[in-house]
């Protein structure tokens, strides 16, 4: 590899994603420091939302402690060059919270939807478009849908005006040489630029990302020592070693970044991102990531197996949207138990 690549991206979530293991409980400070560091460091782009995006913040998704608006703006006011993103998914957030993010300073925004539903973005996009923000497409579950669908839904984005289109790995279940089909087929199917997300739930990020930039991906997400739903992200101060190891230009200070995980972002994390044996079932079964601490709840109540929850939820192929599933097996199981 040498430094002739195209320049890599690197998008850090740990303040959207994050907050799925911080159960929505960012406190402004957090916010101050981690953005402050993440500047610093030479992130071009940072995510800053609840765990589901603008408006996620609700009984179903789970609350957030402060309001995310107060919280972008925080953000935005330690940043010297670094850009604001947040997270919109069509149905959860709604046009006049995009219209307070930009006012708050987010200047990206990634619509996020199923795999197979790219068309309910078209407005959303155009939205983004119109308020000037550099805007996403973000398959989310992208194991769920054949390589031709995946394309067609990414063909779909870039037509609405995208100017980048994520595959996105949400349940950590995709193999490194799926990855490389997908990233490699969107590619030469799509003029924008292509993303990546990944999610450890396989201790397969790091490797899945390597295979999405040597397919074609330009711009990678990760997150400050894996904080994330499920066992978390692509680790951000990891990728930036790896990526500068292979030849790759991110613009990322090693130090920096380093500093800003292990000073900051360690000092608290309610847990250390492992890969349990909940969020490895995710991985193998193809379950949302952000339903590991929903389904942790659900079978402590229940008091059932949380793998046998997730197993049925990879059965019945249940996506984002709809956490209500969890509660309704748990106690299907319970009530089994008890015959």
């Known amino acids: 590899m040498t430094a002739t690549h195209a320049k890599l991206h690197l998008v850090d979530v740990t303040l959207r994603d994050g907050s799925h293991s911080m159960k929505h409980a960012f406190t402004e400070e957090q916010v101050r420091n981690v953005a402050r560091g993440l500047d610093r460091a030479g992130i071009e782009y940072f995510e800053v939302s609840h765990g589901d995006g603008l408006g996620g913040s609700s009984l179903q998704y789970g609350l957030s402690a402060v309001d995310a608006m107060k919280l972008i703006a925080a953000a935005a006011e330690e940043c010297k060059q670094a850009k604001i993103s947040v997270l919109l998914l069509p149905g ?3 046009q006049e919270d995009l219209e307070e993010a930009v006012r708050a300073g987010a200047q990206m925004v990634r619509v996020a939807t199923h795999v197979t539903e790219a068309d309910v973005a078209k407005q959303h996009v155009e939205l983004g478009r119109n308020l000037g923000m550099k805007t996403v ?3 989310m579950m992208a194991h769920m849908a054949p390589v031709e669908v995946l394309v067609q839904q990414a063909q779909l984005f870039e037509s609405y005006g995208a100017e980048i289109v ?6 950590g279940a995709l193999l490194p040489h799926e990855v490389k089909e997908r990233i490699a087929a969107m590619r030469q199917s799509l003029s924008c630029e292509i993303g990546f997300h990944g999610h450890n739930n396989l201790s397969l990020a ?28 692509t680790q ?8 500068d190891r292979l030849g790759y230009e991110t613009g990322v200070k090693l130090y920096p970044i380093m500093d800003v995980a292990n000073q900051v ?7 250390p991102q492992e890969i349990t044996g909940a969020s490895l079932i995710m991985g193998y079964s193809g379950v949302y990531s952000s339903f590991l601490l929903h389904t942790q709840d659900a079978a402590k109540k229940f008091h059932v197996d949380e793998r046998d929850i997730l197993v049925e939820l990879g059965h019945r192929k249940a996506i984002g949207g709809q956490e209500d599933l969890i509660v309704e097996i748990a106690a299907k199981l319970a009530s089994s138990k008890q015959k």
């Open 92 to 94: 959860i957030g709604i």
């Open 137 to 139: 497409g973000f398959l």
């Open 166 to 171: 994520y595959a996105v790995d949400s349940a």
């Open 206 to 233: 790091m490797a899945n990302t390597i295979a999405a930039v040597e397919a074609g991906a330009t711009y990678i997400d990760g997150s400050l020592r894996c904080l994330g739903a499920g066992s978390g992200n």
């Open 236 to 243: 951000t101060e990891v990728m930036t070693a790896v990526f």
């Open 265 to 271: 972002v360690a000092k608290f994390m309610p847990r």
